[in-house]
Structure formats: structure tokens, C-alpha cells
């Protein structure tokens, strides 16, 4: 199309200027008016200035139908958000014990969603927790002294399930349930309650925060603080 134009500009630029010799001093004569008619020049100016016009528009018409086709070709940029990511698969930390005498074994799982219920059904699966009826009835995050720290609520179950357990089985489902919690939320120290109440066992009332510490730290806390005692395992005791 632009050298159907250009070819168009010269032959029309040759006709004209060779018009123009004939025609220069041509004019209409009505009486005592003269009407000049249109110069040669002035009709090959405007005929290159329309012809002109017409091709920019048509480039423009390329231009734009290129930048589509482009557009087109692209792939849509997708942007996600945090989690929102259709590729992310959440991981999360199960720690366990089954002695006193061994630190407590870290297994991943990866949910669907990591929430309290999701933990506590993968500890129940190493008898950390009662399998039935083991639910978090409530669970939040609080910042305190620079500290993050899990306020969480079992049910009734839990406290049932303890009041079973020897000291060292305590012991390591306490720091099993504390050290799971506090790995998978980024958090310092935990509060474990039973149905909105402290929760109290045959070896202590755990009124305190308790940090992750492993199961032998723990009863060394219960031992020194002896039998329904308030329990804080956040720091340990000097000697």
C-alpha cells in the first residue's frame, strides 16, 4: 500500500508540473470580474498533502494492527497473592517423642490448609493426642513483652486423655503439642487451656506460657515445682 502511494505522489507530480505551463496565465473572465482559477501549484500541494494524509493513516492502522497481534501472542500475566499461589503447597512440622531420654522427631505433612485441627489430628496419629473427639475449640496470636505467643483451647478430651498418663508420658505430650504449635505459627511460647480453663493434671496446673523446650526439660520444671504447681517452662530454672 505505501509504494502504491508514493508511485501515485510521482505520476500525480508529473502531470501536474507539466499542467502547468499550459495553464498559467489561464483565466475566467465574467465582464469586469476575473476569477482566478486554482494555480497548478496549489492543486499538486493539495493533492500530495491528501495523499500524504491518507498513507499516515494507513500506518497508523498497521502500526496499531501489529501492537494487537502482539498483545495477542503475549501470555496473561497471572499475579497471586501470598498463599493465593496455585503452585504453593503449605508444609507443615509434626514433632513428636516416644521416650524421655531422645529429642522429639520432626515429620512434614503437607495439608491442604495448615490450622490447629490439621495439627492436632496428625499428632493423634502418634498418640500425642485422644484420635476421637481431640478439637481445637479456639486458637490466637498474640504479641506480649515483644514475645509472640499461642493461646490455645482443647477440648474437654485433652485434659481426660493427661489425667491417664504417667509424668513422662506427659511430659512428652505437652512439649510435643508446644514444639509442633510454636514451629508451624513462628511463635515463642504457647498457653494450653481445656474448655476456657487452666489446665490442671495430677502433676501440674499449667497457668504459665510454655516454650519448646524438649521432654526431659520439662520434667525437671514438674519435678522442681512438685504436684499442682504452677508450671512456666518458658526459662529454666537456676540451680
Known sequence: MKKRNMAALALLAVMLLTACGR???????????????????DMLVNSLEYLLEEESEEETGEERKETEEVREKEPEEKTYLGNEDENYTPVAVICYGRDMDSDLTREEITPAEVTPDVLLNALAKHNIVPLLDSK???????????????????????????????????????SSIVNTFVS?????????????????????????????????????????AGSETDVDATEPEEE
Do not use: H, Q
Not at 465582464?31 to 482566478?36: A, K, L, N
Not at 493427661?162 to 513422662?168: F, H, I, K, N, V
Not at 526431659?216 to 514438674?222: F, P, T, V
Open 136 to 174: 481445637a475449640l479456639s486458637m490466637e496470636e498474640r504479641e506480649e513483652d515483644g514475645r509472640k505467643l499461642l493461646y490455645l483451647d482443647l477440648s474437654g478430651s485433652f485434659r481426660e486423655y493427661l489425667l491417664t498418663m504417667s509424668m513422662e508420658a506427659e511430659c512428652i505430650i505437652i
Open 23 to 41: 495553464a498559467a496565465d489561464a483565466a475566467v473572465t465574467t465582464g469586469e470580474i476575473v476569477v482566478p482559477e486554482m494555480s497548478s501549484k
Open 184 to 224: 508451624n505459627y513462628d511463635a515463642d511460647a504457647m498457653y494450653i487451656t481445656v474448655e476456657g480453663e487452666t489446665l490442671v493434671t495430677s502433676n501440674a496446673a499449667y497457668t504459665k506460657a510454655i516454650s519448646g523446650d524438649m521432654p526431659r526439660e520439662i520434667m525437671a520444671y514438674l519435678t522442681a
